[in-house]
């Protein structure tokens, strides 16, 4: 069983920036595919980023290249999104998940964290 708990979210001006984490425990993290999502209430989750085992591969949704990046340190058991020049319209509960295979559905994911909120005000 994998454990998963995200911290960092908060609430920032448009243009700002923040910094999720989201720590792994209860398995082998480096065996796991880790994404993000997130959820605004009244939507369904929707796919953010993704990174794979050794970091040598990411993807992004693309509302959102060129302003978050997604990395892992294996051995902190950690995933990190940064997030830079925000916008109202990310506004939502980010959620940490693995799983064992790339997907863009979240669905396929094994592992959930219990979400932090990000709120952009403009």
């Known amino acids: 069983q994998v454990q998963l708990v995200e911290s960092g979210g908060g609430s920032v001006q448009t243009g700002g920036s923040l910094r999720l984490s989201c720590a792994a425990s209860g398995g082998a993290f480096t065996n796991y595919i880790m994404a993000w999502f997130r959820q605004a209430p009244g939507r369904e989750r929707e796919f953010v980023a993704l990174v794979n085992r050794n970091s040598d591969s990411t993807d992004y949704t693309n509302s959102v290249k060129g302003r978050f990046a997604i990395s892992r340190d294996n051995a902190k058991n950690t995933v990190y999104r940064q997030m830079n020049s925000l916008k109202p319209e990310d506004t939502a509960v980010y959620y940490c998940?693995?799983?064992?295979?790339?997907?863009?559905?979240?669905?396929?994911?094994?592992?959930w964290g219990p979400g932090t909120p990000v709120t952009v005000s403009s």
């Open positions: 998940a693995a799983g064992r295979r790339s997907s863009f559905v979240f669905q396929s994911y094994d592992y």
